[in-house]
């Protein structure tokens, strides 16, 4: 059912849906634009109505009777729900600027602005070619700053009369850049304040990382730092100004923020269909989940008016191959839209993602993403090894830790168990694994399974060629079941027997 279900956002995201005229529907701004939004068994989505292709597409949106329906090639799919136009929309402010112009719903329950509608990389030649930022600012579909007071405003009444439950505010890049990030803290401030409700900021990683801490400070609950594509060719191509400040800088803003809203709080678009090939984005999303960060891949979304308004989107084809690769990914790591605090991975309409996610492992395995983790993971080795099993007088901690990947086994948010992987410093392509620790309480849960598998599947993208660990004779049999052999005569460490056991790689 989730496969189907899947296979049919994915082809109306990629072909569009022929729609009657009345459905509400956005045609221009930041991110992807050119939209109408329906619901699929419960699952919202944001599919193309507008864009040339969408006269070619197969399906179509029949209202019969009250009932909705998608239809494809004349034949039923899916019964569907359609958002009715918000009420808040029929308000202006103090100011007479109709409440629309200032906020837009997306999705079923997200209230989203764009702070600053004009952005400085269009003046100096270096726009996103596939963003609109500006379009709907030129048609007068909305004005070119949004004052904190407004916003305050607009939100207030959304949530009181359409139930709003979040909030997302993405801009253009200030003059000169970086400049945006004072009017983002005011703006999230007004509206937490007014609301009291989850707010998403999204914006360009700043020089200066200390801004990650002043919007957290303001009410900000998650960002966004969009790398757009795997591919820094493609991204020099369609992106510029975000190539420009290169994915060092990314990086170390995605573990600031990390460290500062959580894991599964932080995201990057990462758009589909800019002609990368399908490893390099599979690649950098298990990356971004590696550090916490939820990679919210989307189709391309051709926006009319934009530098690539005659583009396609990807075949839907690629796309189910793409969301069921990440989706796994996603399991693993333990990140899922429906953790995210606000913003659009909560929403969830722009990709089919969450269609192909899974949360029914009691067990999650990832890589410790922020110092209380690793702190967490450190307390139960020292439980493991120096409380229950005396091999250590003290703590186990050494050296190697500093340079350790640490995995660690999560249960309904509990960090349960840990591993550590580490290369052998003579020789980069053989890694080393120890320090397998779960709490006795959770042993029989499969959470030691699930850190060696994860461990094996970690090291082989790291480009390990060899992986052993020296293992209590206890525990041989174990890790036999798991494809590792002894490579190795019994020896004597620390007062019991161990083994040299190898993993197969294969």
């Known amino acids: 059912m989730i496969k189907e279900l899947g296979r049919i956002i994915a082809e109306v995201q990629s072909l569009g849906v022929a729609i009657p005229s009345g459905i509400p529907t956005r045609m221009g701004g930041a991110g992807p634009a050119e939209a109408g939004f329906i619901v699929i068994e419960g699952i919202t989505v944001s ?31 899916a019964s569907v729900e359609l958002i009715r136009r918000p009420l808040f929309y029929d308000f202006s402010t103090v100011g007479g600027v109709p409440y629309r112009k200032i906020a837009l719903l997306h999705g079923r329950d997200c209230l989203a602005t764009t702070l600053l509608q004009r952005c400085s990389q ?24 949004k004052s904190p007071s407004e916003l305050a405003e607009v939100s207030s009444s959304a949530k009181l009369l359409d139930g709003i439950r979040h909030v997302v505010i993405t801009t253009g890049s200030g003059d000169p850049p970086g400049s945006e990030m004072k009017a983002l803290s005011e703006a999230a401030y007004a509206i937490k304040t007014a609301t009291g409700l989850p707010v998403h900021a999204q914006f360009l990683p700043p020089e200066d990382l200390g801004w990650l801490e002043v919007l957290k400070q303001k009410g900000v609950s998650t960002v966004g730092m969009h790398l757009e594509s795997p591919d820094p060719d493609i991204l020099s191509r369609v992106g510029p100004a975000k190539a420009a400040i290169g994915k060092s800088r990314y990086e170390r803003a995605w573990r600031k923020a990390v460290d500062i809203y959580g894991a599964n709080q932080v995201s990057s678009f990462l758009i ?47 796309m189910l191959d793409i ?12 990140l899922s839209a429906g953790r995210s605090h606000a913003g659009c991975v909560r929403c969830g309409a722009c990709s089919g993602l969450r269609a192909f996610e899974s949360n029914e492992a009691s067990v999650l395995c990832h890589a410790a993403m922020t110092e209380r983790e690793l702190q967490e993971a450190f307390a139960i080795r020292r439980m493991v090894f120096v409380d229950e099993q005396g091999l250590f007088e003290k703590t186990d901690q050494d050296e190697e830790d500093g340079r350790s990947l640490h995995l660690v086994a999560e249960e309904q948010g509990v960090i349960v168990g840990t591993v550590r992987v580490f290369p052998a410093k003579d020789d980069p392509s053989h890694w080393i694994g120890g320090r ?71």
Request: net charge neutral; proline share 6%.
């Open 47 to 77: 599919v193309p109505v507008a864009s040339p292709f969408v006269g070619s597409s197969p399906y179509s949106l029949v209202i019969e009777g009250g009932a909705s329906a998608l239809f494809k090639e004349g034949s039923f799919r």
């Open 122 to 145: 269009w003046r100096y030649n270096r726009r996103c070619r596939f963003c609109g930022i500006e379009i709907s600012l030129n048609s007068g579909d909305t004005v070119e700053v």
């Open 272 to 318: 589909a269909g800019l002609g990368e090939d399908i490893r390099s984005m599979v690649s950098e999303c298990q990356a971004m989940a590696d550090l916490g960060v939820y990679p919210f891949v989307v189709p391309l979304r051709p926006i009319p008016g934009s530098s690539m308004e005659k583009a396609l989107p990807p075949d839907p084809g690629y």
């Open 323 to 334: 969301y069921e690769d990440v989706s796994r990914i996603l399991n693993r790591a333990g």
């Open 436 to 506: 397998l620790a779960v709490i006795c309480s959770k042993r029989a849960n499969g959470a030691g399974e699930i850190l060696v598998t994860e461990a094996v599947r970690t090291v082989k993208d790291l480009g390990c060629r060899r992986f052993t660990a020296m293992i209590q004779e206890i525990n041989v049999a174990f890790f036999e079941r798991l494809g590792w052999r002894a490579v190795q005569e019994t020896e004597i460490y620390r007062g019991k027997p161990h083994r040299l056991m190898e993993a197969d790689l294969g």
